[in-house]
DNA sequence: CTTTCAGTTGGAAGCGTTTCCAATTCCCTG
DNA sequence: CAGGGAATTGGAAACGCTTCCAACTGAAAG
């Protein structure tokens, strides 16, 4: 293969003079600039990361850990990150989680200990002790996107708030038999994401005097799936139906919506249903949500830790708020019955 | 950080035995096998590939190029494929192509000349001549999945058959007037897929005797949003409606049901869809589909380059053909009218 | 016309492994 | 007990870069 010594040779420039032009750093003259440009050009030379991170220590590759490559939420962020991966050069190597604690387990023990990238995102992942000693063993940059990690940085929402925003949304169109579907409380690869967008909804029905039913809050695994079964349940067994329903996630408020369909239930005359997320779907099903821009969570994640990255390593814990926008659509509606 | 040298010192060997001794390569007596195990052990030492890469061309690290991560064929690629990859301690570096034609170029004209991959899985990508010659000239195995790659390896399911199973399902119900959903063939970052499938569904209504009707084929984006739309002017248009819809993905087939819900019509009862994939949601909805156990291709294509790999990086071109499976659900059921 | 200094340049020492090669040890033969 | 081959071991040379350092250049300053 064509190495650095070829486009040195061809440029009749040293290999160091080469290797300062080509990666900008360093005082070149513009002639031998432009000449080490042309040759490598000409050779179709490309730097090797590898030997380059041997000798630089800078790998040029970012971690991305995710619970899993389905949900719509992860498929965002994956998105976003990529991009602006793609387009500062680095590469993505992505771990993906998944139910396998055997993998979860050499992710932290083995994968991510070699050195190999620069910096890791981890999203929504709720972790052991160890796995944050692990993480912080690496000694690398690390921002969490989707709730908090200790002594890293954090991207997240305002989870309590958006859920306040969703049901007070809810509440100005006059509903107040509401229910909630919130996410399993026990499903740790999430973080407690679940009971704060419950406490934000409690929150919201509680200020405006309504109460808050228990058999009208039921838990689904994020899924439509998990969602559809849950919300079947919550339609059918109860002697007084809610009016609406405000869903933690889109996937799960699509969910909902396909269950009230089951029952021939109008959406939104019959059942109000809000979301959380921007699902792309949403569109398509006129699903009321509030949009929480993943992939421009997951782009802001990118810039940041390349900031950190030519920052010399280091990224001061910080949490950053990423802006949420309700997003209004034809699934909810002023309710049919009048309300109280 | 800890290195090979340490624990070389530590268990009181070469740093050549102790690579040895840890790689599993060549002779080394059992004393002192377990002797750098423990040590390793003992320091915490991991390998780095990157370095071990410099020296012995094995980078530890299999490219994936996908279009795009939201489809849920790719998600599903990725899943299995990262699951197998996981499992050999190989990682995972994802190409999300995209829409951005600048991406796709750097993709293929930088990323992954690196050098950085032993190996590359290239999914559903109707690549250019010199894009191939890229992939190529990189001299590593590749495979493609979802469609031919010139010259290299290939696992793909039997897109005419299925297509025919899909619509002989739907004739055998005792329909006639089916419609197809398509994909754009001009959505040049597939395959000539949606032809092919377009093919089979043809010849299936040809040798059943059944006229194929041009106004009702179709073409949609492989997204549900994109065949909903298709689907509701397919079914808003028509003079005369037809009784079953074949989508050429399970995407499309639930934009279809979402749309059919639009006009009223009730599935199966007014209108029979059968799509292609095997989609979670397809339980849900109770779609019938042909399922292609992605998650099984991404597995199968990441053991057939790991073998190349321990084969020296050859990988003879050859043509996997996936098994797949009809999964009648309810989504299908003999149409109400009397068939002709 | 020296001196000075910033801007350029090339040599060479690593970076952390693998692997070739030669040396050593050990266990059998004869 | 010498000789031979297999198994085991360590030294050292790569692998393809970056970067420290010293040497050199030229122009501005004195």
């Not at 050195?115 to 002790?129: G, N, Q, T």
């Amino acid at each position: 293969m064509t190495g650095i010594k070829d486009v040195a040779e061809r440029a009749g420039l040293s290999v160091a003079t080469v290797s300062r032009a080509l990666s900008g750093k360093g005082n070149v003259s513009p002639g031998s600039r432009e000449r080490a440009r042309a040759a490598a050009a000409e050779l179709g030379f490309v730097l090797s990361y590898h030997a380059s991170s041997l000798a630089s220590g800078r790998t040029h590759n970012v971690g991305l850990v995710v619970p899993s490559v389905h949900r719509w939420f992860f498929s965002a962020v994956i998105e976003g990150a990529s991009a602006a991966l793609l387009e500062a050069g680095y590469d993505l190597t992505l771990y993906n989680i998944g139910e396998n604690p055997a993998h979860r387990h050499s992710v932290f023990n083995d994968f991510l200990l070699r050195k190999r990238v620069d910096a890791v995102i981890a999203v929504s992942l709720e972790l052991s002790e160890a796995e944050i000693q692990q993480l912080h063993a690496m000694n690398r940059p690390i921002v969490g996107i989707g709730g908090p990690l200790p002594g890293a940085s954090t991207i997240r929402i305002d989870d309590t708030g958006i859920a306040r925003k969703a049901t007070n949304h809810l509440l100005g169109l006059g509903h107040s038999k509401i229910a909630h579907i919130t996410g399993h409380e026990a499903y740790d690869q999430d973080f407690h994401l679940p009971g704060t967008r419950r406490g934000g909804f409690e929150k919201a029905m509680n200020d405006a005097g309504c109460p808050v039913r228990p058999e009208w809050i039921v838990s689904a695994d994020f899924t439509v799936e998990g969602a559809y079964r849950a919300a079947r349940q919550l339609l059918a067994s109860a002697p007084e139906r809610p009016t609406a329903v405000f869903a933690a996630s889109d996937e799960m408020a699509i969910g909902t919506i396909l269950a009230a369909r089951d029952f021939g239930l109008r959406i939104p005359d019959d059942l109000s249903v809000i979301g959380i997320d921007g699902h792309d779907l949403g569109n398509v099903l006129g699903l009321t949500t509030i949009d929480q821009d993943a992939k421009g969570q997951g782009a802001l994640a990118v810039r940041t830790l390349l900031g950190a990255i030519s920052n010399g390593l280091v990224l001061e814990p910080a949490d950053a708020e990423h802006p949420t926008n309700l997003v209004v659509r034809t699934s909810t509606a002023v309710p049919k019955e009048s309300p109280s």
